[in-house]
C-alpha cells in the first residue's frame, strides 16, 4: 500500500505536475463567474513556471542533499558493495532488450571500480522494477551482464530483483545477505539520495552500513546563486530535490527511517 501511495501522491505533488494543475484550474476557472480569481491563478502559475524553470530553486533544494553526508575514509577491509538501482532505464532496456544506462549510471560503474579495490567483497546489485503502468524487466536481472561484461566474477554478484523502493531495497538485501554485525558493506547511491538511503538501511538493521554518495548534480554551494538557461534541466532537477524531500518526510512519518534528515556517522 505504501508504495502505491507514494508513487502516485508523489507524482501528483512534483513542482511541473502541480504548475500544470494550477494553469489548468485557472482555465477552468476562466470559464466560470470567477474571473478575478482566474486570473490571480493564471498569474501564480506563470510566476511558478518562471521559478521552476529559470531560477536557483532546484539547487537550493538538491545542494543541501548532496552536501549532507560526504565519503568518509575507506576501512582497509571491505566485505560487501551495495549498489543501489536507479542507473538503468527500464522501459527502454526492457523494450530494446538491452542494457541502456540512464543518468546515474555513476552508480553501477562507481559499485564496479570499489569492487576492483577490494577483489573478496561481495557486489549486491539491489533493483526491480517501481512501474505500476508497465510491466519492465527488473533492474538486476538487466544490471548483471554489464557486471560480468566489466569483469565482475558471478560467484560475486548477488542480485536482488524485487525491489521496487528504498525500503524494500533495504529489507531485499538484508533478507539475501544477512551480515554480521562486524562486517563492514559499501552503500552506493546518489549523493541526493543517499541521506534517505543510509537512514533506511540502518532503521532496517545494517548495523556497519557505510555511505558513499556518487551521481552529483551540483557542484556544491557555488550553485546557489547560479540561473539556468536550461529550463528543462531546471525543471527536472527541481522535480527531483522536491520528490527527495518528500520522501524524508514520508519515511520519516511512518517510521521508516532513523531521522527525519539523517547524516553519517
Do not use: C
Request: without cysteine.
Amino acid at each position: 500500500m505504501f508504495f502505491y501511495a507514494s508513487k502516485i501522491i508523489g507524482s501528483l505533488i512534483q513542482p511541473s505536475v502541480m504548475v500544470i494543475l494550477l494553469l489548468l484550474f485557472g482555465l477552468f476557472l476562466s470559464a466560470t463567474k470567477f474571473k478575478k480569481l482566474s486570473r490571480a491563478t493564471l498569474i501564480l502559475a506563470a510566476f511558478s513556471l518562471l521559478m521552476i524553470s529559470f531560477s536557483p530553486l532546484g539547487y537550493w533544494l538538491l545542494i543541501p542533499l548532496e552536501e549532507r553526508i560526504q565519503k568518509p575514509p575507506l576501512p582497509s577491509e571491505v566485505h560487501g558493495i551495495i549498489i543501489l538501482g536507479g542507473g538503468i532505464d527500464n522501459v527502454v532496456s526492457t523494450g530494446r532488450n538491452v542494457s541502456e544506462l540512464n543518468s546515474a549510471a555513476d552508480r553501477i560503474f562507481e559499485g564496479i571500480i570499489l569492487a576492483r579495490k577490494f577483489p573478496t567483497a561481495k557486489v549486491l546489485y539491489s533493483g526491480g522494477s517501481s512501474s505500476i503502468l508497465s510491466k519492465n524487466k527488473a533492474g538486476a536481472v538487466l544490471a548483471e551482464p554489464i557486471f560480468l561484461d566489466l569483469g565482475i566474477d558471478k560467484t560475486r554478484l548477488i542480485l536482488e530483483d524485487k525491489s521496487r523502493n528504498t525500503i524494500e531495497n533495504a529489507l531485499y538485501s538484508l533478507e539475501a545477505v544477512r551480515p554480521s554485525p562486524d562486517e563492514n558493506w559499501l552503500l552506493v547511491t546518489s549523493a541526493f539520495h543517499m541521506p534517505r538511503s543510509i537512514g533506511i538501511y540502518r532503521k532496517a538493521g545494517w548495523k556497519n552500513i557505510i555511505p558513499w554518495p556518487v551521481d552529483y548534480r551540483t557542484r556544491g554551494p557555488s550553485d546557489y546563486f547560479k540561473f539556468s538557461p536550461k529550463p528543462s534541466k531546471s525543471i527536472s532537477r527541481t522535480d527531483i530535490a522536491a520528490r527527495e524531500w518528500q520522501g524524508l518526510l514520508a519515511y520519516w512519518l511512518t517510521g521508516k527511517t532513523d531521522a527525519l534528515f539523517p547524516s553519517y556517522p
